[in-house]
Every structure is written in structure tokens, then in C-alpha cells.
């Protein structure tokens, strides 16, 4: 551990759009992909891992537009130890400025036995040539031995020590399942410190899962031993359970820079409006007591609790709701409010919003505050990520009716509009008005999916809340995912579909990765 009382510089990788993006459900279109890493880079990110190039033409697009277009982060392509893999990451990398290509191989007896069938000998020599071949194209590499925490520790350090005398820069130490505890975390990154002759010429990095509910303690505890570098994702989204949480690892190292003695690059009020996208993005909800970006975060309903906040906010908070974006007053606008407050509170609320943007915004906000007295901010929220969508309607919504009694077929008439011409269908079929509605649209559109989830939550507090709608299906093998905001929650419903159905016309469903890899 450092006895030094200056503060360490701690690099924030972030592998949302690897990691995060490559577990179930969490798939991004490529505009999708470039929102989320524009947002990084405001964010602070210092590392954006934008894919694994070779698993799919969708990954590898990602990688190209990202490091082509993206500036202020480098940008970061994931490549196994093997040539074809190397070769097509550095393919898409290439025509960025600042880039990092990222090899891996694993080094744990189990992977080196069941998965690769490989002695420790060909390891390294395998880990040495993808480390060689990645530095023929770029200096700056990075070398993980998946796996790391469960990998003999002299083993890891020989491993270890190879790589960075054939070039690597970061070695980042994996802790691929999980399973590490913050104690012997520690050790593994002291072991590294202490018995690597060369370590000084690397970074050392962590990239924690989270199967235990320890990503967050084991990359804290890491950075004690030395570490300099974390990877992370928003929201913790990842394989299984997940990856360390970005926002919780970088609020405990501020709020406890007393004990840690580390800083990072992140902008902390961008976490929340960085959380809300990528949520919004890849239909991952937030838990409501989610540390630092959840609802509940920052509420507090207990008396005692209140009459502190009241006397002094430090007796029951430890760290301020607007340092990590959170508006500490949640300023209610209503119907006579003008564009000039929507834009202030929209700013506020981290969103940057074109003058066309807040066009249509404003006229969304105007209706919605026709049906609901206040509007708070996470409607605004709500409205703003409705109306940022990438995907241009085919299929608008003109009109619904639907007739419902208990013991009944439902009944649903639905019109909608393509252009200028206007259908309408009308559907008696199902077991509740949002499945009749469905129908009428699938048939009007001539489009038949398969709805795999369905969710409804209330954007904010009382009985006028909007709700938002998720809705993921189906359609010719691919997945794909819609969102809908109204008061009423059959119209979100129904507006998730039809986003479903405009997502299907424009091709904008998950990216087909290579299941092989
Ligand atoms: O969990 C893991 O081991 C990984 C590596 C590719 C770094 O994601
Ligand atoms: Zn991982």
C-alpha cells in the first residue's frame, strides 16, 4: 500500500460497450453505440472499450465509427491472443488518433485444462506472440490473463512479467467469475507489486464481475495494493451479474479520498444522466436503491432521518445528490411553464437539447401538462429520452380505442399512419386490451413478433405518474427492443410496440454476435 500522502492519478476504463453490452439482453445499435460513447467522453471516461471486433460485423462497425470519430478518451478494441482476432481489431482501430489494442488469454488451470488444453509453457509463449503482434501495429497495449484471480499466483506473475517484456503497458488482472474476496484481491496485486521485476514499466489495472457482490470492494481493495487502473461499466451491467458498478467506485474513491488518497478524470455530475441513458438505452432498469444513481438514493423517509437533512445535510448524507447529478430540489414545472424554464431545467438535468430538439420537447411537454398538474424531473427525463430516440417513425400513432370488460375478449380499434395515408383494424382477440391492441397493430403493419418481456414503472411519484413501458421481442430470429411514455399505461404500452415495429422497419435490432466466441 502507498505511504504517500499525494493524491494517485486512477485510470477509468470503461467496458460498457464491451462487457456490458455483450451480456443478455443489453445489445446496442450502432447509434446507440456512438450516443453511449459520446457520453463517456463527457463523462470523464479515460479508456472506452468499444467492442471485440472480430465477434461481429456490428462490433467491429462499432469499433471503426468509435475510434474514427470519437475524441477525447481512447478508445479500446478486445482481441484474443491469436492473429486473426489481433488483425481485425487493429483494422478497426486504426484510423483513430489515440487507441489501445486489448489481448487476452486465459491463464487458470481449469481454462488452461478444460478450455484451451494448453501447459502453462504454451501459455506464455502465446500470451508473448499476441503481445508482440498487437505492439507490431500500436504502442499503447493492454495484456489480461483471464482468469487471473484463480491462477497460481507464480504463475500469474511469470505470465505476468512476459508481457510486458514483449510490450504490454497495462496488465489488467481479471477476476473473469468472480470470485475473489477484497483480502486476497489485495494479495494478488501485492503479490504482482512485489515479486514482478518489471511491473514498474505497466500499469496495473482490475476488471472485477461481480457474482458475489464484491466487484466494487475487490477494485477498491486492489487500488490499495497498487492498482492503476479500473475497469468498469455503467450501472454494473456485464456478464451474469456484472461488472463493477462505474459510479460506485468512483463516488467511494472521492468521498473517501481521506483514506485512499486517489482521484479520477470523472465529471460526477454526468453519472446520473450517463446512468439514465445507458438504462434507457438497453431497457436495464436501474434498481430504485441502487447506490449512488438509484431513485432512493438520495430520499429519505424516515422522521428522525428528515429533521436531520433539515438541521444539517451532512448527518445523513455523504455526498451531496447534485455532485453525482442528482437536482437537490425537484422543482416542479406545470402548463404555464415556458420554453425558457424546460430548457434550464432540461441543461440542468444534464441533457444538451438542439433548438429542434427542444421544439419538440417543448410540444410533448405542453401535452403532457395538459393531463398532469406538475411535471418533475424524471418525467422530463422521461420525455427528453423519448423524443432523443435515433429511430425515425414509419408508423405513427393516430388514434385507439378499446373496449374491456372482466370475462370478455377485449376489444381494441387502432389507426396509424405511414406517411400520408392513414389505417385503421380492428382486433377481438386475447387476454387484455394491450394483446387486442397489439394484434390490430401486428395486422395493420403486417409485421408478427414474438413479445419476450414486458414492463411497465412509473416515471415518477403519484396516481398521474407516467408510465414507462419496455417491451423486448421477436421478430425473423433477431431481438429487438421498444420504449413508450404516456400517463395512461396501455398507450405506453402501445407506443412500445409500435417503437418495437418502427425498430424492425429500420433494422435497428441487436447486433448478431458470433456465438462460437
Ligand atoms: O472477465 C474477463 O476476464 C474479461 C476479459 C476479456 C478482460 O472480460
Ligand atoms: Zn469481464
Redesign the pocket.
Same mark, same amino acid.
Given at each position: 500500500m502507498s505511504t504517500s500522502n499525494t493524491t494517485r492519478q486512477i485510470t477509468i476504463f470503461d467496458t460498457t460497450l464491451r %462487457?456490458g453490452e455483450q451480456s443478455p439482453g443489453c445489445s446496442m445499435n450502432l447509434s446507440e453505440k456512438l450516443e453511449v460513447a459520446q457520453a463517456l467522453v463527457d463523462l470523464g471516461v479515460d479508456v472506452i472499450e468499444a467492442g471485440f471486433p472480430i465477434t461481429s460485423v456490428g462490433d467491429f462497425q462499432a469499433v471503426r465509427e468509435i475510434a474514427n470519430s470519437v475524441t477525447g478518451s481512447t478508445i479500446c478494441g478486445?482481441a484474443r491472443c491469436r492473429e486473426p482476432d489481433i488483425d481485425r481489431a487493429w483494422e478497426a482501430l486504426q484510423g483513430g488518433d489515440d487507441v489501445r489494442i486489448h489481448v487476452?488469454l486465459a491463464t487458470s488451470a481449469i481454462h488452461r485444462e478444460f478450455k484451451l488444453r494448453m501447459g502453462k509453457e504454451e501459455i506464455i509463449r502465446r500470451a508473448v506472440d499476441g503481445v508482440k503482434r498487437a505492439k507490431s501495429y500500436c504502442d499503447n497495449i493492454e495484456f489480461?490473463p483471464? %482468469?487471473a484471480a484463480r491462477t497460481e499466483v507464480d504463475f500469474l506473475c511469470q505470465v505476468v512479467e512476459a508481457a510486458i517484456d514483449a510490450g504490454a503497458t497495462t496488465v489488467?488482472i481479471?477476476d473473469?467469475v468472480g470470485y475473489a474476496t477484497p483480502a486476497h484481491f489485495s494479495s494478488v496485486i501485492s503479490s504482482l507489486v512485489n515479486r514482478v521485476p518489471n511491473i514498474d514499466k505497466a500499469v496495473i489495472s482490475v #476488471?472485477c #464481475?461481480n457474482d458475489l457482490g464484491l466487484a466494487v470492494a475487490n477494485s477498491l481493495a486492489a487500488v490499495e495494493s497498487g492498482a492503476g487502473q479500473i475497469e468498469c461499466t455503467v450501472n454494473g451491467l456485464g456478464e451474469r451479474a456484472g461488472n463493477c458498478s462505474l459510479e460506485e467506485v468512483v463516488m467511494a474513491m472521492r468521498t473517501r479520498n481521506d483514506y485512499y488518497k486517489v482521484d479520477t478524470r470523472i465529471n460526477t455530475p454526468r453519472l446520473v444522466p450517463t446512468s439514465r441513458l445507458v438504462s434507457n438505452i438497453t431497457g436495464m432498469l436501474v434498481q430504485r436503491n441502487k447506490a449512488i444513481v438509484g431513485r432512493n438514493a438520495f430520499a429519505h423517509e424516515a422522521g428522525i432521518h428528515q429533521d436531520g437533512m433539515l438541521k444539517e445535510s451532512t448527518t445523513y448524507e455523504i455526498m451531496r445528490p447534485q455532485d453525482v447529478g442528482f437536482m437537490r430540489t425537484d422543482l416542479v414545472l406545470g402548463k404555464h411553464s415556458g420554453r425558457a424554464a424546460l430548457a434550464d431545467r432540461a441543461k440542468a438535468l444534464g441533457y444538451h437539447l438542439n433548438d429542434e430538439q427542444l421544439v419538440s420537447v417543448f410540444e410533448a411537454f405542453k401535452s403532457l401538462a395538459d393531463k398532469k398538474k406538475d411535471v418533475y424531473d424524471g418525467d422530463i427525463a422521461a420525455l427528453i429520452e423519448q423524443q432523443n430516440t435515433t429511430i425515425v417513425d414509419q408508423w405513427k400513432l393516430v388514434t385507439y380505442e378499446i373496449q374491456s370488460t372482466s370475462g370478455n375478449t377485449p376489444t381494441a380499434t387502432i389507426t396509424l399512419s405511414h406517411g400520408d395515408q392513414e389505417t385503421t383494424a380492428t382486433k377481438s382477440c386475447g387476454d387484455g386490451p394491450l394483446d387486442a391492441l397489439f394484434s390490430a397493430i401486428e395486422e395493420i403493419t403486417g409485421k408478427a413478433v414474438v413479445v419476450r418481456d414486458f414492463r411497465v414503472q412509473s416515471a415518477t411519484r403519484g396516481k398521474d405518474a407516467q408510465g414507462e413501458s419496455i417491451i423486448e421481442a421477436e421478430f425473423n430470429g433477431r431481438m429487438y427492443r421498444g420504449r413508450g411514455v404516456s400517463t395512461d399505461t396501455v398507450e405506453a404500452g402501445t407506443r412500445a410496440f409500435l417503437n418495437v415495429i418502427n425498430r424492425i422497419e429500420v433494422g435497428a435490432g441487436e447486433s448478431d454476435r458470433n456465438e462460437a466466441i
Open positions: %462487457d478486445l487476452f489480461s483471464e %482468469d489488467n481479471p473473469t #476488471h #464481475h
